[in-house]
């Protein structure tokens, strides 16, 4: 079919997902036109590679398109899909798109509620140092590549698989990794937990019978789908029974050392730049994938020490004054807690103030309650209102349930501010020297930090300052959207902020 197709249309190009398979289709010689509502560094990239992109959405967009691709993110009746279902064009969702490419090569799907764009990117550095070049598609912006997509010659193509809208249906991966299984886009399963657990045993035995599944013993969820699985299995994690396994783990504000155990066997210490446990269970499943594919155990340690992440997954912002900011994309009560943990261990004497940023109103009104408590291991709270992107708001749903919740489960020093415009100054008046200021969100919340940051200079010049920039792009995973101006005022906790700085700096 490929062969026959020559020009593909991207509605949505920006996205994270979107925006990497466009990029390896324009280096394999295709010709890519798309579509967005606003241009960004990645769209900006794309274009120089020889895309031509569309800043709104027009039925003449799609040209002489022979496929349509589309992201899950664009309703039904946007009028480029409309037109070429008009024309007779072929429609195809983005993971099919992914599907076509991974059919080229041996694939490495990684899948899991949380920790697939640093899994993903894990797995691909190994391959890579152990000589490999592997093609490798990442929904976030990699460190070390400076972008989402790596195109390579190997035989080898690694790509997230996502569960939303069930789209790692459509893949058939010859190695399918999966960190963990919990609550997550129900809506998109009928709301029955048994459903997603389906779709996730199916993804698993879509393996061919040559292949592997690779997952995470340490997940209960995991273990009770081991007798479902028709593949066979290597297991990871910190328990005794994984097959590839951490010991000796120990933290640092730089990263994490462990020894690694496989198959009872001492394979030798790795020292990563990755903070919290859950990175090290990551770095566990990288290094699974590594050995299964024949990758010596000295390259996978060069390549987990040259690894220095995903954009917005524990991202360190910078440094003035001795006030640390740090960027986190997490979104999801488990993640808030494994990130709030992993910045306790890596500086435990810093006080932990968290600027959350709800994303979705259907998750918010979902996980309020957990939301709630997974902040008790912060100092200071700030929530802000809800980044809907995809969603229209819905009715009583609002950030300042995630607020009250906190407060209601002992949390004693929560605000809620609508306005996220207003949150850089507030930092001013309650942040001291010692500080560590976290920005947590799905959504733009990161320009919060970045706003505190440049406060921060102007007030203290730029002696002890330490920035580290954003890579170019890495605003496309983020909407621009400030949607904190559309809600009343008035809805702060309590009392004003004002009435307790105080309280908050004694």
């Known amino acids: 079919m490929f062969k026959k197709v020559k020009q593909l249309h991207f509605v949505g190009i920006g996205g994270s997902g979107m925006s990497g398979i466009a990029e390896i289709l324009l280096n394999m010689g295709y010709r890519v036109t798309g579509s967005d509502i606003r241009r960004t560094e990645v769209t900006e990239r794309l274009e120089r590679l020889g895309a031509k992109i569309y800043y709104h959405h027009a039925p003449e967009n799609i040209g002489d398109a022979d496929v349509v691709v589309v992201s899950s993110a664009i309703h039904g009746d946007n009028p480029e899909l409309v037109a070429a ?25 990684v899948a899991g509620t949380h920790g697939k764009s640093t899994t993903t990117s894990l797995v691909g550095e190994v391959l890579t140092e152990g000589g490999l070049d592997p093609t490798v598609i990442v929904g976030g912006i990699v460190v070390n590549l400076r972008s989402n997509v790596r195109l390579g010659t190997g035989e080898y193509l690694v790509a997230e698989a996502d569960e939303f809208d069930k789209s790692f249906l459509r893949l058939s991966p010859t190695i399918a990794v999966v960190t963990n299984m919990e609550k997550e886009h129900l809506e998109c399963y009928d709301d029955r937990m048994e459903e997603l657990r389906g779709a996730f045993v199916e993804f698993m035995n879509k393996v061919p019978f040559y292949g592997a599944v690779v997952l995470c013993i340490d997940e209960p969820p995991l273990q009770e789908v ?73 390259d996978i340690k060069r390549a987990l020490a040259k690894f220095k992440g995903v954009y917005r997954r524990f991202q360190r912002r910078g440094e003035v004054s001795n006030i640390m900011v740090i960027d986190d994309f997490a979104h999801h009560p488990t993640e808030i807690r494994a990130t709030l943990e992993a910045a306790r261990t890596a500086y435990p004497s810093r006080r932990i103030v968290a600027v959350f940023q709800p994303h979705l109103y259907s998750r918010t009104q979902e996980f309020y309650q957990e939301f709630g408590k997974a902040f008790l291991n912060s100092d200071v709270l700030v929530v802000t209102e809800i980044y809907g992107a995809r969603e229209d708001p819905v009715e009583g749903v609002s950030g300042e349930m995630i607020a009250r919740a906190a ?28 500080d560590l200021v976290m920005t947590i969100g799905a959504g733009p919340i990161w320009k919060v930090g970045v706003e505190f940051l440049e406060r921060l200079k102007e007030r203290f010049g730029n002696s002890g300052a330490h920035n580290e920039s954003p890579s170019s792009g890495e605003s496309a995973n983020s909407d621009n959207t400030n949607r904190g101006g559309e809600h009343p005022a008035g809805t702060t906790l309590a009392k004003p902020f004002e009435s307790q700085l105080s309280q908050l700096r004694a």
């Open 85 to 109: 279902a008009e024309r007779g064009i072929p429609v195809i969702p983005r993971a099919e798109m992914l599907a076509e490419l991974m059919r080229m090569k041996y694939g490495i799907g």
């Open 226 to 298: 081991l007798p479902e699985i028709e593949r066979r299995v290597i297991t990871y994690g910190l328990s005794t029974q994984a097959d590839v396994r951490a010991v000796r783990v120990e933290f640092d504000e730089h990263g994490s050392t462990f020894t690694v155990i496989a198959d009872d066997k001492v394979l030798g210490e790795v020292r990563t730049n990755l903070v919290g446990l859950h990175n090290v269970k990551n770095t566990l499943a990288a290094i699974a994938v590594g050995l299964e594919v024949g990758v010596e155990f000295e």
């Open 407 to 434: 407060k209601d489960y002992g949390h004693r020093d929560v605000f809620f501010e609508p306005d996220t415009a207003k949150i850089p100054e507030f930092l001013e008046k309650i942040v001291h020297p010692g």
